[in-house]
């Protein structure tokens, strides 16, 4: 019987990742699509209908050429919190604010008051995001808050494309209070867990995929989760830092440690560093030269003197405050100290973690770059794995879908078997052992700073 295979999505901040991979961890396929982000006065809107053409889009190009008969699942996930608000026939009633949308700034902080301080667990933390987006619609988009019946997740709206069905019951999570001045109907309950199985693709969907019918769909969750688990960590003292347009560490913790997440059993912190790709970019723009050629000059300078504090990735005023630096200074200098605070804001992330740290997989737009990745291993405190893919959020997709088909027993297997590293970078910075297979580009100059 011919090996199953299985379809990966990762609806990133500004592409859509896509690939299609058999259970030894052979990519049949890949595909990133691009769509439009409306920024201006703290807006960041896209349209969910962008990201339904750019899955279509994606999947086939990624399934071009392969046995698509062979295809037994089609895993989901994406960049949170970013509520797309449907009418009862799943029509989004306007665009989407995305998790960089800054608009609801003040409905957030009024939400988390009424909760009596921000959330520790993520499900109602996200709810209570898509609650202050609610308010913020209500007020300044009535029409559009009216004929809403509820919202999805980013992964959740591309499921019901594929399914025809909301994957979510209607209704607060519970421990959410109704008062928080939103209508209840809007407020999405349990959905299907990460890596369970949601429904089936539709037969006229299946036939514009060019998928089998009844291609199971499969949720995959947050996006940052996502690249956890395509980057293979498996084992207390591991660690992942997903580095795109932001970047969020995730370490895996000796139980009785709690996480926000568990993978392979184990509880999985996950701390967001930052933009750090948002501000990496705003430097990589003082100058025309390729990305390969400022990375490589930058990291030869010494680091200026400058207030780093100022270029915290987690300011979100940091980004305006690099072209000025680099008036001041110079664009190679200004990215040398972008580096600089983007190090220090990773070093901090780790250390609030905690714990041992035995390895730290490295995957996202970023790992590109052999020159930033030899940079960040001199200044972090242990050895830097890169994954042969990068695009590690559409991977952990297909993992998760190979285990919820049974094609593979659990996570540890799936990483055993899906998932190979290609270069290794010792604390000094030097390149360590490196397997001679690699299935993604270490190019620099092709760097995408693009996934979450």
Same mark, same amino acid.
């Given at each position: 019987?011919? #090996?199953?295979?299985?379809?990966?999505?990762?609806?990133?901040?500004?592409?859509?990742?896509?690939?299609?991979?058999?259970?030894?961890?052979?990519?049949?396929?890949?595909?990133?699509?691009? /769509?439009?982000?409306?920024?201006?006065?703290?807006?960041?809107?896209?349209?969910?209908?962008?990201?339904?053409?750019?899955?279509?889009?994606?999947?086939?190009?990624?399934?071009?050429?392969?046995?698509?008969?062979?295809?037994?699942?089609?895993? %989901?996930?994406?960049?949170?919190?970013?509520?797309?608000?449907?009418?009862?026939?799943?029509?989004? %009633?306007?665009?989407?604010?995305?998790?960089?949308?800054?608009?609801?700034?003040?409905?957030?902080?009024?939400?988390?008051?009424?909760?009596?301080?921000?959330?520790?667990?993520?499900?109602?933390?996200?709810?209570?995001?898509?609650?202050?987006?609610?308010?913020?619609?209500?007020?300044? %988009?009535?029409?559009?808050? &009216?004929?809403?019946?509820?919202?999805?997740?980013?992964?959740? /709206?591309?499921?019901?494309?594929?399914?025809?069905?909301?994957?979510?019951?209607?209704?607060?999570?519970?421990?959410?209070? %109704?008062?928080?001045?939103?209508?209840?109907?809007?407020?999405?309950?349990?959905?299907?867990?990460?890596?369970?199985?949601?429904?089936?693709?539709?037969?006229?969907?299946? +036939?514009?995929?060019?998928?089998?019918?009844?291609? &199971?769909?499969?949720? +995959?969750?947050?996006?940052? /989760? $996502?690249?956890?688990?395509?980057?293979? @960590?498996?084992?207390?003292?591991?660690?992942?830092?997903?580095?795109?347009?932001?970047?969020?560490?995730?370490?895996?913790?000796?139980?009785?440690? #709690?996480?926000?997440?568990?993978?392979?059993?184990?509880?999985?912190?996950?701390?967001?560093?930052?933009?750090?790709?948002?501000?990496?970019?705003? &430097?990589?723009?003082?100058? *025309?030269?390729?990305?390969?050629?400022? @990375?490589?000059?930058?990291?030869?300078?010494?680091?200026?003197?400058?207030?780093?504090?100022?270029?915290?990735?987690?300011?979100?005023?940091?980004?305006?405050?690099?072209?000025?630096?680099?008036?001041? @200074?110079?664009?190679?200098?200004?990215?040398?100290?972008?580096?600089? +605070?983007?190090?220090?804001?990773?070093?901090?992330?780790?250390?609030?973690?905690?714990?041992? $740290?035995?390895?730290?997989?490295?995957?996202?737009?970023?790992?590109?770059?052999?020159?930033?990745?030899?940079?960040?291993?001199?200044?972090?405190?242990?050895?830097?794995?890169?994954?042969?893919?990068?695009?590690?959020?559409?991977?952990?997709?297909?993992?998760?879908? &190979?285990?919820?088909?049974?094609?593979?027993?659990?996570? +540890?297997?799936?990483?055993?078997?899906?998932?190979?590293?290609?270069?290794? /970078?010792?604390?000094?910075? *030097?390149?360590?052992?490196?397997?001679?297979? !690699? !299935?993604?580009?270490?190019?620099?100059?092709?760097?995408? @700073?693009?996934? *979450?």
């Amino acid at each position: 019987m011919a #090996e199953s295979l299985f379809i990966g999505v990762d609806l990133g901040t500004s592409a859509l990742k896509c690939g299609l991979w058999d259970t030894a961890g052979t990519c049949h396929g890949a595909a990133r699509v691009a /769509y439009t982000t409306e920024t201006h006065d703290g807006r960041a809107e896209q349209r969910a209908g962008d990201w339904w053409a750019a899955l279509c889009t994606a999947v086939g190009e990624s399934c071009e050429g392969a046995a698509r008969a062979r295809i037994a699942a089609i895993a %989901v996930g994406g960049h949170a919190p970013s509520p797309v608000f449907v009418d009862d026939a799943l029509t989004p %009633v306007g665009p989407v604010l995305t998790w960089r949308d800054s608009r609801a700034a003040e409905d957030v902080a009024h939400v988390f008051a009424d909760l009596g301080g921000r959330p520790a667990d993520g499900p109602t933390r996200l709810a209570a995001q898509v609650a202050a987006r609610a308010r913020w619609m209500r007020r300044e %988009v009535p029409e559009a808050y &009216a004929r809403a019946a509820v919202a999805l997740h980013s992964w959740e /709206y591309l499921i019901a494309r594929l399914s025809g069905e909301a994957p979510c019951e209607r209704g607060a999570p519970s421990g959410l209070p %109704v008062a928080l001045g939103v209508a209840e109907r809007l407020l999405a309950g349990s959905g299907p867990a990460a890596g369970t199985i949601a429904g089936t693709v539709m037969p006229d969907v299946a +036939a514009r995929l060019g998928v089998p019918a009844g291609t &199971a769909v499969v949720a +995959a969750g947050l996006d940052s /989760y $996502l690249g956890a688990v395509g980057s293979g @960590i498996s084992a207390p003292g591991d660690a992942c830092l997903t580095a795109g347009s932001s970047s969020v560490v995730a370490s895996l913790l000796e139980p009785p440690a #709690e996480g926000r997440f568990r993978l392979a059993g184990l509880p999985m912190a996950s701390v967001p560093v930052g933009a750090t790709g948002t501000l990496l970019r705003a &430097a990589l723009a003082l100058s *025309k030269d390729p990305v390969a050629l400022q @990375i490589a000059r930058a990291v030869e300078l010494s680091a200026p003197s400058v207030d780093l504090e100022a270029l915290d990735p987690v300011d979100p005023g940091a980004p305006a405050r690099v072209a000025e630096l680099g008036r001041r @200074i110079g664009p190679e200098a200004a990215l040398r100290a972008v580096l600089e +605070a983007i190090m220090t804001a990773e070093r901090r992330v780790l250390a609030e973690i905690g714990g041992p $740290l035995t390895r730290l997989r490295l995957v996202g737009g970023q790992a590109a770059s052999p020159a930033l990745t030899r940079f960040r291993a001199e200044r972090l405190p242990c050895q830097i794995e890169v994954p042969a893919r990068h695009d590690s959020g559409a991977l952990g997709a297909a993992m998760l879908a &190979a285990v919820a088909l049974g094609a593979v027993s659990d996570h +540890a297997e799936a990483a055993r078997r899906m998932v190979h590293p290609s270069r290794a /970078y010792a604390p000094s910075g *030097k390149p360590g052992a490196s397997s001679s297979a !690699n !299935n993604g580009s270490d190019s620099s100059s092709r760097i995408q @700073i693009d996934s *979450k």
